[in-house]
Each structure stands twice: as C-alpha cells, then as structure tokens.
C-alpha cells in the first residue's frame, strides 16, 4: 500500500512539474501585432532601420509586441501613409511630409535651406523643434520620433558649375526644395522618390535634388552624370514615424515606456545612418565616375542669396495662418549653431 503511495505521489509530482514547465505555452497571451508602412525599398538602410526598431521593442517586451514592416510602399503609397496610419491601414508608418504639402505647415521650417552640414544634426534638430513646440499638425497621432537627412543636393545629367548651367532646366523635387530649384532657376517637376529613376532616365527631368545617399539606396548614380555641392542652398526633408493613436492608447503603460526609450534610441541612429549612407553615396558616384562639382565660396554665396528669400516666404506664410513662424524659425536656427559647435 506504501508503495502504492509513493508512486502516486510521484506521479503527481511529475504532473505538477509538465504543467508547470508547459503553462507558459498554453497560457501565455498572444502578441500585440503592428504593421508598420515604410516607403523606403527594403535594402535601404531606412528600412533596415526600420525592422530592427521592430526587432528591438519585440526583445524588450519579452516577445509581447511583434512588429512586421511594409517596405516599398507596398502596404500604403508614401504620399497616403500618413492618412493611412491615421484611418488604421497601419499601425505604423514612415514617410516624407514633404509629399503631402500643406498639412505641416509649421514643421516645413525644417525643409528650409538652413545650412545643414549632415543628416545627424538636421535628425536632432527636427526632434528637439518638436519637443519644444508640439505643433498641433501631428494632434491625430503619436509620434515615435522624426529625422531628416543630410544636404539636399543638386545632381543632373551634365555638370552644372555655375547658375547659369541650371537656368531652365527640368529638376525632379518635391515639397520646399520646389521653391528652392525655382529660386535657383530650374523648372520644378514635383514627384516623390520612388519616381524619379523612371523620369530622369526617360527625361521628364534633367535631373534631381536629394541628399548624395539616394545616388545608392535609390540607384540614381544610373541615371545621372554629375553631382553639384551647392551647400550654401542645400535643404533636408522632414520624415515622420508615427503610430495610429488609438493602438497607442490600447498599449500597456510598461510597453509605451519601452518603445518610448527606444525612440529616443532611434534618434540617434537614424541621424547616424543617414550619414553613414551619404559616404556610401559618394562612393557609389565614384564608381560609376559621377562628376563632383565644389562650387567656390563666391559661386556658393550667389546661391545662397537667391534662396534667402524663402525663409521670408515661410515666415509670412506661418503668420497669414497665426503659427509662430518666426519663432520657429529663429529658435531652429539658433539650435542648429548649438549642434554645428
């Protein structure tokens, strides 16, 4: 009877522990999935970025949230993502606000030809505007954090030395840097990134502005001939990561606080691999023997002075709307030296 005992015992015993050692597979909860919008092709480092932003909030939450990226477009146009995310097509997206002119409007001191030396100091720039002045253009989602690339170039089919070389010539932009090629002379032919490989090899342009990087991850040194370092109205571009607000609000607390500590991460990351893309970019030139024009320091200035005017423009455009323009303005200005020390 003893015996009888002891082998019950141990076999509830052995049963205790398989539940114990099976509960987590049957009880544990399923993830929190988000799909996350990304326009960027998926090699691009962006992108890469992007999934491994996914990878790490679903290391940090124990496997809680699982994050699966769209690259390409292929889950929400870049010019529809950010309405997408807001109507719940994505629960994340990441796109250029520039491909939807007008709808941040105070943000677009961001675009202005300012003096940018690399994507770094323009990424933190755009993050610590927003901080300062949450600007109501982004009330209809959370956002994760934004970044800007490195100066926006001119690049065409044959060299442009000089002002003169770019008069009346067809330049594939979007956004500001519209007003930037009209102000330089060229003719704005407005499109987003993804169209322009087709139209500059077809000729519906001459030629683009965008930052040296998109020579490789957009493989346009196929399609153009020469790159011109025109620093003094060089431009970035304001992109957004944000979150459908509603799935925000459905988080845990714990997980906010986790995916809010590795935005602050990916700040600097994405700043750092914009850069990090702008070498491989010039590289990419070189390889495919691209021309690199240095304007002078006078040819330059000539250049810079024609796009000072649209620093005026924007800020009498904030003002007609009653946005702080001008301190927008001012304040991102002063910051800018602060990072350029």
């Given at each position: 009877m003893m015996v009888l005992k002891c082998g019950f015992c141990l076999f509830c015993v052995l049963i205790a522990g398989w539940m114990l050692s099976t509960t987590p597979v049957f009880g544990q909860a399923k993830p929190i999935e988000l799909a996350y919008s990304n326009f960027f092709p998926a090699p691009h480092k962006n992108a890469v970025l992007s999934v491994e932003w996914g990878k790490e909030i679903e290391k940090r939450t124990n496997g809680r949230v699982k994050v699966t990226v769209f690259p390409g477009g292929t889950l929400t146009p870049a010019a529809q993502c950010y309405d997408g995310v807001v109507k719940g097509l994505s629960d994340v997206g990441m796109s250029v606000m520039g491909y939807t002119r007008g709808r941040f409007p105070l943000t677009e001191v961001i675009d202005l030809p300012l003096g940018?030396?690399?994507?770094l100091e323009?990424?933190?720039?755009?993050?610590?505007?927003?901080?300062?002045?949450?600007?109501?253009?982004?009330?209809?989602?959370?956002?994760?954090?934004?970044?800007?690339?490195?100066?926006?170039?001119?690049?065409?089919?044959?060299?442009?030395?000089?002002?003169?070389?770019?008069?009346g010539l067809k330049i594939a932009c979007h956004g500001l840097s519209s007003k930037i090629v009209a102000a330089l002379g060229g003719v704005p032919v407005a499109m987003p990134m993804p169209e322009r490989y087709d139209a500059i090899q077809k000729g519906v342009a001459e030629g683009g502005v965008f930052p040296v990087e998109s020579l490789k991850g957009w493989k346009l040194a196929d399609v153009v001939g020469s790159t011109t370092q025109n620093f003094g109205s060089a431009y970035t571009t304001g992109f957004f990561v944000v979150m459908n607000k509603d799935k925000w609000a459905s988080l845990p607390p714990d997980i906010q606080k986790i995916i809010e500590e590795i935005n602050e991460e990916w700040i600097i990351k994405t700043g750092q691999g914009w850069d990090e893309i702008d070498k491989e970019g010039y590289a990419a030139a070189g390889a495919k023997g691209i021309k690199i024009v240095s304007l002078s320091k006078e040819e330059d200035a000539r250049w810079a002075k024609l796009v000072s005017p649209i620093l005026d423009q924007y800020v009498k455009s904030m003002e007609d709307r009653k946005l702080p323009g001008k301190e927008a303005l001012d304040f991102c200005q002063a910051e800018l030296k602060k990072l350029q020390k």
């Open positions: 940018y030396r690399n994507g323009a990424t933190k720039l755009i993050n610590i505007y927003y901080k300062k002045f949450k600007p109501k253009e982004f009330d209809d989602v959370k956002v994760m954090y934004l970044h800007a690339h490195g100066p926006g170039l001119l690049h065409t089919k044959k060299p442009v030395t000089k002002l003169e070389d770019l008069k």
